[in-house]
C-alpha cells in the first residue's frame, strides 16, 4: 500500500475507532501509565450580516470578517493503576478576559467582579476512575455532560462544518460539563451491543436562563462553588450492534433549577422551576459516506416565574436578562459527507469528504401567555463546504452557510433578512505522549 491509501486507512480506522465517554475510560490498552495530548481548531469567517438581528426586518446588510481560535483544549489521562484512572481536560476558549463573580453579602447580597486572569481558561474535565467490570464503573469529578451529539462528540474531527453545530449549541451549553457522579459501562455482545451512562451532577441554574439560548446560559461556573440544591440527572443509551452505525438516546431532567439560583430565595415563593429535556442521535460511517442527524426537544416549566425574577435581576449581574424564556425549544439537523477516496477508488487520491448539513433551531418553540415569540430566534440553516484530511487527525474545513430567519420551511424564504458566511478552518486532535 502507498503513502497516501495507507494515509486514507489511517483515517477510516481513526474515525472509527474515535472513543465516547464510556469506551474510553473502559480502554486499558493504548497506553501503560500516563498520555497527553488534546484538540484545538481556528476559524476565519466572511460574513454579510450585521450584530443584530433584533430590527424590524432582521440584521442589515454588512461585510465584515472575524477570526478566532474557539478552543485550545490541553488533556491527559494517568494511571495510578489500570483500574485507578485521573483524568483532566483544561480549555483554553478564544483569548477572552476572565472575569470572577462574587455575591458580597456584607453589602445586601449585591454582585462584585473581579478581573483575575488574562485569557479565558476552563477546567473542562477533572475525575478519577474506577474500572470495575465492563458492564459497571464508576467516576466522579468534573466530567462532559452527555447529552446530545455535540456534547457527546465535541472534538472537531467528529462534525465537517467550521464551527459546532447551531441546533444544539444554541440552546445548550457546549461544550457542556459538570461536577458529579457517574455510573457507566458496556454489556452486550455481537448484534446487542450497549454503552450507558447515569450521572447525577450540578443542576442548571435559572437566574441564566434567557430569551436567545434558553438554558444554555444555566450552566453553573461563575462562581467559585456551584449550587447542588437541586441535582441535575443525565441518562445516555448507545445502541453499537451494526459495523459502522452508532445510535443513542439522552436524558436530562432538574427537578428544581430555581434552587439552583445565585439567592435561594429568588423563585421560592413561585414554585419549582423543572427543566425536562430528550435528545436522539445517531451517525452512520462507511468507506464511501459519513451521516450524522441529532434531534433535541426540551420544556421548562413556570417560566413566568422565570420571566418575572429575571427581569429584576441587577444589572451587575452575570446575565443577560433577554426575555421570554420559552417553555419549549426544539431543534434537529443531519449532515452527510462523502468519501471521495472511497468513492472513486483511486490510489494516491487525498483524503476528501464534501459534504452538506441542514439545521433547524428555535429556541422560541413554544412561549406561556401572555408573552409571545420572537420568530426571529426561529432559524433554517443550510451548510455545504469541504474537509480535506491532510492527515489522520489534522483537518482543513470549509464552508458556506446560509440562515433563514423566521421560517421552519427548509426550502422557504424567512421573514427576515438572511445571513450569509464562508468560513474556513483548521482542526486537530491527538494524543501526543504516550507512556
Known amino acids: 500500500m502507498n503513502g497516501k491509501s495507507k494515509m486514507a486507512g489511517l483515517l477510516l480506522a481513526f474515525l472509527a475507532a474515535m472513543p465516547v465517554t464510556a469506551q474510553e475510560a473502559a480502554d486499558?490498552?493504548?497506553?501503560?501509565?500516563?498520555?497527553f495530548g488534546g484538540y484545538g481548531e481556528m476559524v476565519a469567517s466572511f460574513?454579510?450580516?450585521?450584530?443584530?438581528r433584533f430590527q424590524k426586518d432582521g440584521v442589515t446588510k454588512e461585510r465584515r470578517n472575524t477570526v478566532a481560535i474557539p478552543r485550545f483544549v490541553l488533556a491527559l489521562d494517568y494511571k495510578f493503576t489500570p483500574k485507578w484512572i485521573?483524568?483532566?481536560?483544561?480549555?483554553?476558549?478564544?483569548?477572552?478576559?476572565?472575569v470572577a463573580y462574587e455575591i458580597e453579602n456584607s453589602e445586601n447580597g449585591e454582585y462584585e467582579t473581579e478581573v483575575e486572569k488574562g485569557g479565558e481558561v476552563a477546567l473542562e474535565q477533572f475525575h478519577i476512575t474506577r474500572l470495575i467490570v465492563p458492564q459497571f464503573n464508576v467516576r466522579a469529578g468534573h466530567m462532559i455532560v452527555p447529552f446530545g451529539l455535540t456534547n457527546t462528540h465535541h472534538e472537531p474531527i467528529n462534525f465537517f462544518g467550521t464551527v459546532r453545530p447551531e441546533s444544539e449549541t444554541v440552546m445548550l451549553p457546549s461544550t457542556w460539563h459538570e461536577t458529579g457522579i457517574s455510573l457507566f459501562g458496556t454489556f452486550g455482545g455481537g448484534h446487542a451491543l450497549f454503552d450507558y451512562q447515569a450521572m447525577v451532577v450540578a443542576g442548571l441554574n435559572a437566574n441564566g436562563f434567557d430569551r436567545d439560548t434558553w438554558i444554555a446560559g444555566g450552566k453553573q461556573g461563575f462562581f467559585e462553588t456551584d449550587n447542588f440544591?437541586?441535582?441535575?440527572?443525565?441518562?445516555?443509551i448507545d445502541y453499537r450492534g451494526v459495523k459502522g452505525l452508532r445510535t443513542g438516546v439522552s436524558f436530562y431532567y432538574c427537578n428544581d433549577a430555581g434552587a439552583n439560583s445565585d439567592k435561594s430565595q429568588t423563585y421560592a415563593?413561585?414554585?419549582r422551576i423543572p427543566v425536562t429535556m430528550a435528545s436522539?442521535?445517531?451517525?452512520?460511517r462507511n468507506r464511501y459516506l459519513t451521516v450524522r442527524a441529532n434531534v433535541v426537544y426540551g420544556h421548562v416549566g413556570n417560566t413566568a416565574?422565570?420571566?418575572?425574577?429575571?427581569?429584576?435581576?441587577?444589572?451587575?449581574?452575570?446575565?443577560?436578562?433577554?426575555l421570554p424564556v420559552a417553555k419549549n425549544a426544539l431543534s434537529y439537523g443531519a449532515e452527510i459527507g462523502f468519501s471521495l477516496a472511497g468513492i472513486s477508488g483511486v490510489k494516491n487520491m487525498p483524503v476528501i469528504y464534501p459534504f452538506a448539513r441542514y439545521e433547524y433551531f428555535n429556541p422560541q418553540k413554544s412561549v406561556a401567555s401572555p408573552a409571545t415569540a420572537d420568530r426571529r430566534l426561529e432559524v433554517s440553516k443550510w451548510s455545504a463546504g469541504v474537509n480535506w484530511y491532510a492527515l489522520p487527525n489534522l483537518v482543513v474545513k470549509a464552508d458556506y452557510s446560509n440562515r433563514q430567519i423566521?421560517?421552519?420551511?427548509?426550502?422557504g424564504s424567512g421573514r427576515y433578512n438572511s445571513e450569509n458566511e464562508v468560513s474556513i478552518g483548521i482542526a486537530y486532535i491527538g494524543w501526543f505522549v504516550r507512556k
Do not use: C, M
Open 269 to 271: 415563593a413561585d414554585g
Open 47 to 52: 460574513k454579510d450580516y450585521g450584530i443584530n
Open 86 to 98: 485521573l483524568g483532566a481536560e483544561i480549555e483554553f476558549e478564544s483569548g477572552g478576559t476572565g
Open 305 to 322: 416565574s422565570v420571566n418575572s425574577k429575571n427581569n429584576k435581576l441587577p444589572g451587575a449581574s452575570p446575565y443577560s436578562r433577554l
Open 280 to 284: 436522539w442521535d445517531g451517525q452512520y
Open 28 to 35: 486499558t490498552a493504548g497506553y501503560s501509565k500516563f498520555r
Open 406 to 411: 423566521g421560517t421552519s420551511n427548509p426550502f
Open 229 to 236: 440544591t437541586s441535582p441535575g440527572y443525565v441518562a445516555r
